[in-house]
């Protein structure tokens, strides 16, 4: 990572740096650039060993496909979101020109209303194959028996060896008696305000048991501190971070035989 100027103590920030020192400031802007870079980190490494397929959950506007490297050039990518934000961000593409692979492939379904395995069966995704999953920014807007039914499924799409990055919150800092830091409450304020408010997380130091009950196996939990020690130690980028935001590493164990 590269630093871009850090702000001075008193000075007064217009334009596109006072944009980036404000972005630099809040918690949520270091979360999805570490989460990212973690989780494709994690696929590059996945690819060598072999995986060939990619599904990303939730896709949103991520925009991996768009800056596919050359490590990535033989993998199909499937990006699962909701019907809306998927039809917006493939106008958004035409209207600026991109061109894509043919071995990306957009699968529109409300995952509310349909299971994921169901949602990939209308696409050319290879149940059989060793796949990676990624799943990031959703599980706080969704219950804690969602996520947990989510998980279960996401687990049971593919076999064994394959694997899932995705994102927590620590539930301790959903405890109303609990006094957060004060960016990750501020995080939190606005989120609600938008209409969409943090509603369950997890308690790390019970993550593993708690997925090996969905046949996930955990092989690496860093909180946001952690993550931002590992791609930025010298704190170069005056990220503020916050310990309460979770990414974690899984490989799925392959679907219950007695199911």
């Known amino acids: 990572m590269e630093?871009?100027?850090?702000?001075?103590p008193g000075l007064r920030l217009d334009g596109a740096e006072g944009l980036e020192h404000r972005l630099r400031s809040n918690a949520a802007y270091a979360d999805?650039?570490?989460?990212?870079?973690?989780?494709?980190?994690?696929?590059?490494e996945a690819v060598a060993r072999g995986i060939g397929q990619y599904v990303i959950i939730g896709a949103g506007f991520d925009s991996f496909i768009c800056r596919r490297p050359a490590w990535a050039e033989n993998v199909?990518?499937?990006?699962?979101?909701?019907?809306?934000t998927q039809r917006l961000k493939r106008e958004r593409l035409a209207a600026c020109g991109v061109t894509l692979s043919r071995s990306i492939e957009f699968v529109e379904a409300d995952l509310s209303m349909e299971s994921l395995r169901a949602a990939?069966?209308?696409?050319?995704?290879?149940?059989?194959?060793?796949?990676?999953f990624s799943w990031l920014g959703v599980t706080m807007y969704l219950t804690r028996e969602a996520n947990l039914s989510a998980l279960g499924s996401i687990a049971a799409c593919a076999p064994a060896g394959s694997e899932l990055v995705f994102t927590y919150v620590d539930e301790a800092v959903l405890d109303p008696n609990?006094?957060?830091?004060?960016?990750?409450?501020?995080?939190m304020a606005d989120v609600s305000d938008a209409g969409e408010a943090f509603l369950s997380?997890?308690?790390?130091?019970?993550m593993s048991e708690l997925l090996l009950e969905a046949r996930l196996l955990v092989l690496e939990d860093l909180d946001g501190n952690q993550a931002a020690s590992r791609y930025d130690p010298a704190a170069q980028n005056a990220f503020r971070t916050a310990?309460?935001?979770?990414?974690?590493?899984?490989?799925?164990?392959?679907p219950d035989p007695a199911a």
Do not use: N, W
């Open 76 to 84: 199909t990518i499937i990006e699962v979101d909701h019907p809306s």
């Open 178 to 187: 609990q006094a957060p830091d004060e960016s990750f409450r501020r995080l």
């Open 120 to 132: 990939l069966a209308r696409s050319s995704f290879q149940a059989d194959c060793l796949t990676f």
């Open 3 to 8: 630093r871009v100027g850090a702000a001075k």
């Open 201 to 206: 997380g997890f308690e790390a130091r019970t």
């Open 32 to 44: 999805v650039i570490l989460r990212s870079r973690y989780t494709e980190d994690a696929l590059k």
């Open 243 to 254: 310990a309460a935001a979770h990414i974690i590493h899984v490989r799925g164990m392959g």
